[in-house]
């Protein structure tokens, strides 16, 4: 309390003199049509300024959420697109049937995840992302991102797993020409961080600059149809019997921010119970 009356007492003056500003300013203002209307317009363009303010920030929060959704519906429409094309492929060969629009990709569970570190200057590059076993995250599981395929989940911890991408010399992914079944395996020998290689097409495979590489859904890894990149050019294999093809990447590994794990155990289910039953064969017929 005394402390309060000090106080008080040493800036008496300064209160006084804010006291009298403060009601000098409201008489004006009230009594003033002109100077009224001024302080309400500069009053106004303050909160507006204010308000403009938080919600940018408030977008700004919420970027990450957004690129992810935009991450995540990419995907869906890159597979909505490949069934369109097969559809399309086999109304022409067949024109007496009119096939309905079939999801040739079952709906697959999805968990997004952040790029947290990417290696691009190695030849065996690695990623790593935020989301784990915790998560649902297994070995084996495919990785997309907004534009294309990406790796292979290659370990995984508790919180974060690390993926085998496309550029990485041990890679190796099943990959068809889009609209067609010939398909060979794509790889990546270093360098350049946007091309890559599809060896083994067949020789009388119809061939066009501008083709669309995707996923051939043979492993249960991938679901048929996701973007791998665009054919540039056509060469001879060196023993002659088989194209192959150098192809750009979708994926942009130096902009990688958001993924998709794909949960593909429907097809693993699958693959598993046909490894089974020719096991099964296997061991009758040694009989």
Known sequence: ??????????????????????????LLFNNKRYEGSVAFS???????????????????????????????????LEQRVANLVEELRRAKADSLSLPTYQAAVAPLKQIPAH?????????????????????????????????????????????????????NTQSHISCAISGTEYFGFLHWEGGYRHMAYVDDIPRHAKLHKGDYVVTSGYSAIFPRGLIVGQVRYVFNSPDGLSYRLKIELATDFANLRDVCVLDNSRQQEQIELMRAAQDSLHLITQQ
């Open 42 to 76: 500069s009053a106004n363009a303050v909160v507006s300024s204010i308000y403009s303010l938080i919600s940018s920030v408030e977008q700004y929060m919420l970027l990450p959420a957004a690129s992810q959704q935009l991450t995540e519906r990419n995907v869906y």
């Open 115 to 167: 790029v947290i570190s990417n290696s691009l200057d190695r030849r065996d590059n690695l990623i790593t992302i935020d989301r784990g076993s915790a998560d649902g995250v297994k070995v084996n599981m495919g990785v997309v991102s907004g534009r294309g395929i990406v790796g292979v989940v290659y370990l995984v911890g508790k919180h974060n797993s690390v993926v085998l991408p496309l550029l």
């Open 1 to 26: 309390m005394n402390n309060l009356t000090e106080f008080l007492q040493k800036h008496f003056h300064w209160l006084i003199f804010v006291l009298l500003e403060v009601f000098s300013l409201v």
